[in-house]
Each structure stands twice: as C-alpha cells, then as structure tokens.
C-alpha cells in the first residue's frame, strides 16, 4: 500500500520539476513580433520537449492514480502489528512477533534486560530502542531528558510496569549505555 | 511558477539552530524544566527543529480585495484577502480574541470554487506544529498539499502563526503575546467561513504533531463542530509522568515560550482539560484519525518516504508521539471509541511522513464529510480546442480536475491540477498558470476588462520575463518584479520604447487611476494615459523626480510631451510646467508661468542662467523661485527679478 504512494510522491516532485523545465525552456519570442498582432503559440521548435513532457505526465499521472487508487480503498485490518495482548507474562524478547525482525545483538541485550526487570516490551520495542538512541546522542538537545521520563511515564500508564516512572527512567537510561553507548 | 513540492528544503536553519544548541549548557536535571533553553531564540535553538518548516521563498501579495463579512463577533472582521494563486488565498483577519496582529488564515479552494460559483464547500482544517511561522504554514511550505488537494472538493484552511500555542487559550500573555488560539479559531474563523468564504458547515480538523494534539484538543471541546479528527504525530496523552515536562521543554525550545503560561503549572486543571487521553467520550460521534511513526529511522530503505537521516530529536519526538498515540488508542477503545489507527512500522517526527498521512487520511476524511464520488477526486474529461492545448502544456498544468464551464460572454475554462485553459471563439485555446493566471484571476477573468488570453505563457527575448497577451492587454512577470496588467494602449506605447528591452524595464504595480487618467509604474519610469487617452512616457531621474512629486496628482498634471533630448540634458513638458535634468543638477520643476517666460526669454537653459538647480519652490513671505546654475528668477508681488550669480 505505501509503494504507490510513494510512486505518487516521487510523481509530484517530477511535475514540478517539469514545470520549472517547461517554463525555463519555452519558446523565445521577440515581443516586438506580438506586440500588437498576438502570434500563435509556436509549437514547432519544442516539439521533442512537449513529447517528452507529455509521456513523463503520463507517467506522473499514472502514478498518481495508482495513490488515489490505493488510498481510496479501505485500509485493511486498521489495528498494527505492534499492539500486543498485555496479559502476557515476560517472555524471551526473540520470541516476539517483530514486524521488522531483525534485532541486533545490542537490541537483544537491552529489550532482554528490560523483560528481565518485569517491563513488558511487546509492541513497544521500536520505541524503546528508540530511547536508547537519544539517551546515547543526545547531542546537547536535551532531547533525551525529555524523552526518557515520559517514555517511562506511558510504560507505566500503559500498564506495562508495576514500578515508578522514575525507577524506569534509571532503568532505562542505564541499560541503554550498557548496551549502546 | 512554482511547486511547493518541488522545493528544496533549505537546511540553513538547521545547521545554525544545531551549532546553537552545542553551546548550551546541558547541566539539566531530569524532570527539571529546561530552563536554559527558555533563552533560546526561535532561529538558534534544538529539539524540535526538524519540524521547522524552512523559509519560504519571499512572495509579493499580488492582490487585495475587501468582501464585507455580516454578522460577525464585535470587533471581528476580514481586512483584506490576497490572491496567492488562483486556487490559493490568504484571509487577514481583525480578531477580537487576539487584537493587535492582523491573523492571516490561507485557504485552499475547493475544485469547484470557481466554476460553481454558487456552491458551498466542505473544510479540511490543518494545523501546523510547534514552530509554525507567522507567514505560511508549514503544510504548504513543506508538503505537496496545494497539488493533492487540487481535484479534490474540499476548503483546505490553512491558519498561519501561533508557535509553541498549541492553538489554546492561553492563561497569560508569554513572549510580548496574549495566545487566544481556541477562541479565534471557534467563535471568529468559523462565522467568517460560514458568512463569507462558502463552508458548507462540515469539518474535518487534523494537525501534524502539537497541531494533533490540537486538533483532538479542538474536536473534544467543540464536538457539535467538526465531523472527523485527525492526529498525525501528535502528542496525545498531556499529563502522565514526564509529559508536562517534555512539552514544557518543546516550548521552551520553539520560540522560548513556557507552558505555565499556556496552561498554568503542570497539575493544574487546565492541563487535565487539554489532555485529549481524557476528552474521549466528546469524540463517539466523529471519525478519529491516529498515526505515528515508530521512532525508527528508515531512510535509504526502499519504501521510505523519509528525504534525508533523522537526528536525536526526531527519533525522541517521535517515539513520545507514539508512546501517547498508543495510550490514547487504548483508552478510546476501552470507551468504545474505534479510531483509524495507522501505526507505521518505522518513521520519525518529519515532513514526508506527515505528507503521507494527508494522503492516508484522505478516504477517512471523505467519508466523515460524506462527499459524493465526484467530490473526491478527478472525473473529468478534456475534447474540443481545448484538448490539444491541454495536452501541449501538460507538463506544466498537469491533468484536468473539472470539466470545462462557461466564462466570459461566450467562452470556456477548464481547470487543471496546477492551471487552468481559456477558450474563446475569437480567441482560441490558452493555457494560463502561475502568478500570471493568479494575477488574471484577481483581476477578474475573462469577464475582465482583460478579456480572453491570446496566447500561452511565453518567454521574453532576455529570459527573464513570462508575458500573456489578452483581448485589450497584457500581463507581465518576473520574479523581482512579480506579474502585473497593462492596458492594451499602454502596451503599445510602452512598445514604442522597446518594451521590457527599452529604458522602462518591467512593469511593477497595476494601472493607477488619477484624476480621469492612468499612470502605470515601470522598473525606470512609468507610462501614463491622460483623461483625454493620448499616450506618453517618462523615464529615468524626470520619472523619479515626477513619482516624488505624485505623479499626476501633482499640480504639474500629465505630460503632454515625452522626454525630450537637448544639449547637456533632457526636458518633458506637461500641463503645468516642466522637468528639467542634466547630470550636473539633477532632475528639477519648473512651473510655467513669469519665472519661466522670462527664463525663456534668455534661452532657457541654453541660456545665461543654464539649468534649474531646485525646485520651482514658494517663498515663505510670498512669491516664487527658481534657483538655477548661474542666478536665480523671483517673482514677488506680480514682478519679475532676475539675480546672475
């Protein structure tokens, strides 16, 4: 469903580059010859370019019809992979249904330390990861400062914890450098 | 003449904003408010700069127009409204909830605005992020919205500014303003719709990040108001542990704005009130909208939408949108609320991802505003002249998105994704877009004094000029001096100097109306149509010298001369004196009368006196001068006295 989309996105930027194209490249025409008698468009010396103008259209077009095809179809199963049941109890974080599946080791290391703190992760692993990266490259931002507490904030609001927000934030933070930094 | 898809983004911003960040101190408590980037500027500061739309390229408002808006709040009305192309317009309006600043609102019209005329039309609100700029939202700056939208029968209203707002009302007035957001957006933009720019009442409002969670924040508190809601990224849980503090450190960072301002300290009820997590029951008659990214970076991977690699910041916003995306989920369903939930397996907080959701949330928004097949989108055919023209400049205009309609007394326009095509019987089939057709469209179309266009767009002999001639005159751009009209007989008098090539230049404003004649401004000079319809020119330091002076609303009137060459200078004659200019003494008035026979009666400037060195100028206690290169002329009292230096 996203290739045609993104087809239909690459598509849009083509008909703009064309326009730019098309106005840069159309006809030079004395004004003097127009200015009082309007001369017909003179076709005759951009004939190749409207050609290829006209078959990368078609194919913009086409593209975009493919998107609007697409889009306009109800979107199957709306509910994502990534909300699991929550009554699980831990479990081996390779064992989880990951929708892009391959972890690295590091990953591996650190979503299993989390599990082992009794922290359900399933569903919630990108995002974890995620927190893992700011924490490691905040690159002065402060944006891991934000991150981290909130994060553990909806962990806990999600039910996925019976520790504190801020006993999560330590953990996090530290089993993030464990494993990345 | 230009695509806002086909913008580069700028990344200057970024890289200063970064550098800035490097050098702040970063001794940050966690929980801790970030107070040291309170002091942070909008332009040098961190976090949530990837959402920061860049700069925009500096367009000229091309027209200006006064609808009168009835029975809006006191002290509510619309100021003006500028055409920024022929589907695309920019409201500016006097509000009551935010006086001071004139708030500008763009509006992208419905596919049919213009050839249903009579017709109202559905609204798509969409709602900017935190660094929204106070002169374009960044949907347009950063997305393809414009295009997408372009067949499709809906209003899209665009509100400009409120950085760091939140769109709220805000308990206090921060950073030299008082935000009234909810209040302008409810109780002043919806009557000025409703009365004056054909919404036919149904909603649909989304936003991208702080604008998602405006746009629940909106839906919940105005429920009887909108008909379907959308979050993109937005931040949809306010309260639980660290969240008052990461939006507090998001406003500190996008303009040093601080939330206690907004909504008092974090455990204040006005939190708990804006906490779209807790206004879910207000939402069970509406179509919800919920997206977010994963906070994974996947830039470079084939189905990737993502234009370049996240950094920190749009990893961490990212995964905090997610993070209260999912908790918002969990509670709606649990009030038995069943939003549309696109969890994307991977993204970040970025532009091309929200762009894509647009286009995702599409069908869903459709539904909500029960728009009809042919509302959603192309049905359209293209035959008679208009078909090969069409098919000739398809490049530029791309596909049709009506059929043709009838304009004009007798002719046909069809409009296109990025341009539409006139067609008249004695006129034939042309194909207008860009500033020239925006600035067609403000002047009013074929049923304008403009007539139908002659020809397409074309180039001018110097490559830096587009020009469209009509029935009774011509439109002329470039890109310093934007596209103007010029009357027919304007036109060919301007021709008599050689056009755009001559010493004139471009045009640059419109035809001005003068005392029954017209004087229309050039790059060096204008051209001018008396009262009585002759034609003349002036040029150069004359022309400079005539613009000080008013132009034709001086006592000088209009010329009845062109510029004249003589030895050492140049002169132009009008109703009531001369200009007179030479190199050494510059351009100078001389008012015909005794001062100017008796100089005349020495040879003019020929003469012993030479050129004017001022202004025909009045003497405090009575009487005229001329000052000139060798003496002066005074007329005191009826008499003439003439000094030699």
């Known amino acids: 469903m996203r290739t045609p989309v993104t087809t239909g996105l690459i598509a849009a930027t083509l008909i703009g580059a064309l326009s730019l194209t098309a106005c840069g490249g159309a006809t030079v025409e004395d004004t003097g010859a127009t200015a009082t008698s309007v001369a017909p468009l003179d076709r005759a010396p951009r004939s190749t370019e409207a050609s290829s103008e006209q078959s990368s259209e078609k194919e913009a077009e086409d593209a975009d019809e493919s998107a609007a095809a697409s889009s306009s179809r109800e979107p199957g199963p709306d509910r994502p992979a990534a909300p699991q049941p929550q009554d699980q109890g831990a479990r081996e974080v390779d064992e989880v249904p990951a929708q892009e599946a391959a972890r690295s080791p590091q990953d591996v290391d650190y979503l299993g330390a989390l599990t082992d703190q009794d922290i359900d992760v399933a569903g919630v692993e990108d995002q974890l990861i995620g927190t893992a990266t700011v924490v490691c490259n905040p690159e002065g931002t402060g944006i891991d400062q934000a991150t981290v507490p909130a994060v553990a904030g909806q962990l806990v609001e999600q039910g996925r914890t019976d520790k504190s927000a801020e006993e999560l934030t330590q953990l996090i933070v530290d089993n993030a450098r464990q494993a990345y930094c | ?645």
């Open chain 2, 1 to 645: 003449m230009r695509d806002t898809a086909s913008r580069s983004p700028q990344r200057r911003h970024r890289n200063r904003a970064w550098l800035a960040a490097a050098v702040l101190p970063t001794t940050l408590a966690l929980g801790v408010s970030l107070a040291p980037a309170a002091t942070a500027q909008s332009s040098g500061s961190s976090f949530s700069d990837q959402i920061r739309p860049s700069d925009p390229p500096q367009r000229t408002p091309i027209s200006t127009e006064y609808p009168s808006v009835d029975n809006l709040p006191a002290g509510v009305e619309v100021d003006r409204v500028e055409w920024i192309t022929d589907r695309r317009i920019a409201i500016f309006i006097k509000s009551a909830a935010m006086p001071g600043e004139l708030i500008q609102v763009q509006m992208l019209l419905a596919r049919d605005w213009h050839s249903s005329p009579d017709r109202d039309f559905p609204e798509v609100w969409a709602l900017d992020g935190l660094r929204a700029r106070e002169d374009e939202s960044g949907w347009t700056i950063e997305t393809n919205i414009a295009q997408f939208y372009a067949d499709k029968n809906v209003n899209v209203i665009l509100p400009v500014g409120g950085e760091s707002s939140f769109y709220s009302d805000w308990q206090r007035p921060d950073n030299g303003k008082h935000y009234m957001w909810e209040s302008f957006l409810i109780n002043e933009l919806i009557p000025t719709l409703d009365n004056g720019f054909r919404s036919n009442q149904k909603r649909a409002v989304v936003g991208l990040s702080m604008g998602g969670t405006a746009a629940m924040n909106l839906a919940q508190r105005h429920p009887h108001i909108f008909d379907f809601v959308g979050s993109f990224s937005g931040y949809l849980d306010t309260t639980s542990t660290g969240m008052p503090a990461a939006i507090k450190a998001a406003q500190a960072d996008a303009g040093g704005y601080n939330s206690d301002n907004m909504w008092g300290p974090p455990n204040h009820q006005d939190w708990i009130d804006h906490d779209p997590k807790y206004g879910i029951e207000n939402l069970k008659d509406m179509s919800v909208y919920v997206s977010a990214g994963s906070g994974t970076d996947d830039f470079g991977r084939p189905e990737s939408v993502a234009t370049g690699p996240a950094n920190p910041a749009g990893i961490g916003l990212e995964v905090l949108s997610r993070m209260t995306s999912d908790t918002f989920v969990r509670k709606a369903r649990e009030a038995g609320v069943e939003p549309i939930v696109h969890f994307r397996p991977s993204g970040v907080h970025a532009w091309p991802y929200w762009q894509f959701e647009m286009s995702q949330a599409w069908p869903h928004i459709a539904n909500a505003l029960q728009l009809s097949e042919d509302d959603r989108g192309v049905d359209c055919t293209t035959g008679g002249a208009i078909a090969p023209v069409a098919a000739n400049a398809s490049g530029t205009i791309g596909g049709c998105v009506t059929n043709e309609y009838p304009v004009g007394d007798d002719g046909a326009r069809q409009d296109f994704r990025n341009g539409s095509v006139y067609w008249s019987p004695d006129t034939g089939a042309h194909a207008l877009f860009g500033r020239i057709h925006a600035r067609y469209q403000a002047v009013g179309g074929p049923s304008s004094w403009l007539g139908f266009p002659t020809t397409g767009e074309k180039t001018t002999p110097d490559g830096k000029g587009r020009y469209v001639h009509f029935e009774n005159g011509s439109i002329y751009w470039t890109v310093g001096t934007d596209a103007w009209e010029i009357p027919g007989d304007m036109f060919n008098y301007w021709g008599t100097t050689g056009w755009e090539g001559g010493p004139l230049g471009y045009p640059t404003g419109a035809a001005e109306e003068i005392n029954g004649g017209f004087v229309q401004p050039f790059q060096n000079g204008s051209v001018v149509r008396t009262p009585e319809g002759e034609n003349h020119w002036v040029r150069g330091a004359i022309a400079a010298k005539y613009g000080e002076l008013g132009t034709a609303a001086h006592e000088l009137g209009f010329p009845t001369s062109d510029e004249k060459l003589i030895r050492g200078g140049a002169f132009q004659e009008f109703q009531n004196g001369n200009i007179y200019w030479s190199a050494g003494t510059g351009a100078h008035v001389i008012k015909y009368g005794k001062i100017f026979d008796a100089w005349g009666a020495k040879r003019w400037e020929q003469g012993e006196f030479g050129y004017p060195t001022a202004d025909h100028a009045a003497i405090p206690a009575g009487g005229e001068v001329v000052e000139f290169q060798n003496g002066t002329i005074r007329e005191i009292f009826g008499r003439v006295q003439e000094d030699l230096n």
